[in-house]
Nanobody
């Protein structure tokens, strides 16, 4: 599975950005994905989970630091997930990466990442 992120950029504090992650690959490999999500890594810090969403039921999970500000959504027909980020803070500055996992087959794919910079 190949993942391509888009939508990062520079925004002032309080602003919004929308990230997209499109998955491609064989029909079999795409159908094995049962959870996708966004992670981020700021300079000098470990990568952390931002939000995940299941393919089937659309169940979501968020890091406490983004609850109420970020919303993850999916379009299964397009094999794409989105991350709507509102009320951005300077501490949200990081490289945001998309992940797709198949828990049944133990597979995990990562995108190349997209930079999000929030200025104060």
């Amino acid at each position: 599975v190949q993942l391509v992120e888009s939508g990062g950029g520079l925004v002032q504090a309080g602003g919004s950005l929308r990230l997209s992650c499109a998955a491609s690959g064989s029909t079999f490999s795409l159908n094995t994905i049962n959870i996708m999500g966004w992670y981020r890594q700021a300079p000098g810090k470990q990568r952390e989970l931002v939000a995940t969403i299941t393919r089937g039921g659309g169940n979501t999970n968020y890091a406490d630091s983004v609850k109420g500000r970020f919303t993850i959504s999916r379009d299964n027909a397009k094999n794409t997930i989105y991350l709507q980020m509102n009320s951005l803070k300077p501490e949200d500055t990081a490289v945001y990466s998309c992940n797709a996992r198949s828990t049944d087959f133990g597979l995990s794919s990562w995108g190349q990442g997209t930079q999000v910079t929030v200025s104060s």
